[in-house]
């Protein structure tokens, strides 16, 4: 199935493991190759996450921050997370169909993790 969203707001809703309570994450939805391409280049801070979509790779190179990456298959399970530096460039996941991004270290706060389900929601 494939998924259709456009740039702007929405929500990332991390799915807890057995059924737990659902983390809601302001998210950023960047579909656009312009928008994909923006990405978080040149920001001091993330508010929540953004979607990148299309996407199975990314890089770090003129990023101020280090990030969390969350690599997304077809279905919105997560198959890898890492942390990169600024300055990387991060190796293409093959199953990946969506990258979700975020300051480092919240993702772990979220539940965010390998095997994880997640949903996403434009709001505009």
Excluded: C, Q
């Amino acid at each position: 199935m494939r998924r259709r969203w456009r740039d702007g707001p929405g929500r990332l809703a991390v799915y807890g493991s057995g059924g737990g309570d659902v983390v809601s994450v302001p998210l950023e939805i960047a579909t656009s190759y312009r928008a994909r391409t923006k990405g978080l280049l040149g920001r001091d801070a993330v508010d929540g996450a953004i979607l990148l979509s299309p996407a199975n790779s990314v890089h770090t190179f003129r990023m101020r921050i280090p990030i969390d990456v969350a690599y997304l298959d077809r279905n919105l399970d997560v198959i890898a997370v890492t942390t990169m530096k600024p300055g990387r460039l991060g190796m293409p996941r093959l199953r990946a169909r969506h990258v979700v991004e975020a300051e480092a270290g919240v993702m772990t706060g979220w539940g965010l993790g390998v095997g994880v389900r997640v949903g996403i929601e434009g709001v505009g």
